[in-house]
Structure formats: C-alpha cells, structure tokens
C-alpha cells in the first residue's frame, strides 16, 4: 500500500465513521422525542417501563413528547398523569383512547396509583381523546424525531395514522406520522418461526387494528416478540431457559409507597395476585425492555433475528418474509455478559430512577 492508497483508506474508513456518526445524530439527545402508548390496565410491568422511560430522560436522552392510555380501561390515563406529576412532568399531556377495542380488563392498581397520587375521580373520558394529543405531539416535533414506544395494544397508533387534517394541523395523521417519526418500537406477538408467528395480547385483542397499522407500516418498526421475553434469550440447551427475566420491580430499591407510585403499582398487585407476581405473569420484563430500546439503541441487551425485511398480518397470523425489503426489524433479547439476566439488567438500569419530586 503506497502513500496515495493508505491516505485514500485512511479517508475511507474516516467516511465511514462519519456515515455511521450521521446514524447516531438521529439520536442525540436534543433530538430524540418519545412516545408512550400503555394499556396501563392489568400487567404491573408497564409501571417499570414508565420508570424506565422517565429514567432515560432525567438520564438526558431525550423528550418525553407526550403519554397516551391505549386500552379501553377507565383509570389507565389518571394513572398515567400520576406517574408523569410525581417526577415533575406535569407539563407532558396525556391523551387516553375512547374507543372501546382491546381488553376492557384493569387491574386494582391504576385506580390506587390514580387515587393516592393523583385525582381519584377522574376516569378516561375526563381526558383528552388520545388521537388529539397525538396530532399536537407529532405536528410539534422536528421532522423524523419521535419514537412511538407501543407497549399495550395499537389503537392510539392507529387512530393517529386514519386522522384527518383539522385545527391541529393541515397535514393527515399519515402525512405527520411519515415525516415526524423516526421508529415505533412495540411488544406485540410471538415469533415463532423464520416465516410465521401468532399475534398475542397487545396485538391479539385488537387484530384488525394491529393488521391495519401492520401492514400499512411505513417507517422502521422494530419488532420485540412477546415469546421472547418468555425465552429470556438463552439458547436452546441453556440450563436456564424458561427462567423468565422478570422485572422484580422495586425489591430491595428502599423505594416507599408513599412517595413512590411504581412501589405502590407492585405492592398492590403482590398483595393480591402474590402467586402471579411469584410466577412472573405480572411481572415480565416486556414493557421496560421495550423502552430500553427505545431511549439507548441498547446493542449490549439486544440483537436481531431479521433487520428491515417484510412483514405482514393476513388471517390472524403474521407472514415473515426475510428475503424480501421492508421497514420491520425483529428483536432478540441477548443475555447481557456482565450483568445476569435480563431481568436483573433492566432491574439494575429502574434502581436509578431518582426519588418522586415532592
Ligand atoms: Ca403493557
């Protein structure tokens, strides 16, 4: 290699980190805005990933851009407003679905988190209808910032997406959601297969909405199969598979329910589901890995089984095709080398969420 070559490799490989630095930029702090749709309504695990998200942004990551309630459940949108309140976000709107697909289903504890910390006599319909807030979220990011972080089922999604123009904005719920979002990350159904999964919750009790907003997708979705998180990463022979890496939620944090409402949301469910909470059923870590993704792009946590290909959702079940272009990426959650499981990981990550705001 002469002196012109290696100047000319040098360059080369100075371009490429350049190109790659130009991936980064999309995630700058400054830039990034989040999303969070929540069927905060049964599972505990969505209280953790609220954490999480909060972390991230006191952490400096990005923007919480606004909170929609995504079920057609009363008291998801007042909880919602409690958790955002107790760390200082009063100013983040929250939005709540009025429409009735999904699982009617709801837990105690939205109403006890909504009753100690927030209003308890709110319910849904005291809030603004979702499809609103999100209209005003994206029409006020920057072009390709937001990330819609989709943990409970895809109804605000994709109301926002059939939107008509209106006083919001001149452009359509597709017009704003093509230019203003940079990815949707969602827990939705199992990968079961290279070629085919089965929807599951999130994505099950709604399957016309899902197989709307599926396969009319036009921007990176990044896909974390809920089968996944029951498979905790480790490879087939791994003595530990099927051990669910469970968020234990604020254990042994000396976190107080008083003060605290993610301490709160767990107590109540231990105190009256104590055998779900044992066996992980309320506790997966599916909502908080999400949104690990979300904010950090957390290559230590996850890989890929398939990136940008094509999907679809025909009959009730998804068609995977690997070999052909598209805007889907499948997650793979990986076992994180230094730090136990991915339960214990994400744990270790919610444990620096500051103190509630007094
Ligand atoms: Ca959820």
Not at 87 to 92: A, F, L, M, R
Not at 235 to 261: I, L, M, Q, Y
């Amino acid at each position: 290699m002469n002196h012109y070559t290696k100047a000319l490799s040098f360059f080369t490989a100075a371009l490429h980190l350049i190109a790659g630095g130009a991936n980064l930029v999309a995630a700058e702090p400054d830039e990034a805005r989040w999303v969070l749709s929540t069927d905060m309504a049964t599972d505990v695990d969505d209280t953790a990933a609220i954490g999480m998200l909060i972390e991230a942004a006191k952490r400096g990551r990005g923007t919480i851009a606004a909170c929609v309630s995504d079920a057609p459940t009363r008291h998801g949108a007042p909880a919602l407003r409690a958790f955002l309140d107790a760390w200082g976000y009063e100013t983040v709107p929250v939005g709540a679905y009025q429409g009735y697909a999904g699982n009617p289903a709801e837990h105690a504890y939205p109403a006890r988190v909504a009753h100690q910390f927030g209003q308890a006599s709110l319910t849904r319909s005291d809030f603004p209808d979702s499809v609103s807030v999100l209209r005003r979220a994206y029409a006020e990011s920057p072009d390709h910032s937001v990330t819609f972080i989709a943990i409970g089922f895809l109804t605000t999604l994709d109301e926002l997406l059939q939107s008509p123009a209106d006083e919001i904005s001149p452009m359509t719920g597709r017009q704003l959601f093509e230019q203003k979002t940079r990815m949707v990350v969602s827990v939705g159904a199992n990968f079961t297969g290279n070629r085919d999964g089965s929807l599951r919750w999130n994505w099950k009790h709604a399957p016309e909405v899902t197989a709307r907003v599926i396969n009319t997708m036009s921007r990176p979705f990044y896909w974390l199969p809920a089968n996944e998180i029951d498979q905790s990463g480790f490879p087939k022979d791994h003595p530990r598979r099927g051990a669910p890496p469970t968020v234990t939620g604020p254990e042994g944090f000396g976190w107080d329910s008083e003060e605290n409402p993610i301490q709160l949301a767990f107590e109540v469910c231990r105190s009256e589901e104590p055998e779900a909470l044992t066996n992980g059923l309320r506790r997966k870590a599916f909502d908080p890995a999400a949104v690990r993704f979300a904010t950090d792009f957390d290559l230590e946590l996850f890989d890929f089984y398939h990136r940008n290909i094509h999907l679809s959702i025909e009959d009730g079940s998804i068609q995977i095709d690997p070999e052909r272009s598209g805007v889907f990426s499948i997650l793979r959650i990986r076992l994180p080398s230094r730090n136990g499981t991915p339960g214990n990981y994400l744990d270790n990550i919610l444990r620096h969420l500051p103190a509630p705001e007094q």
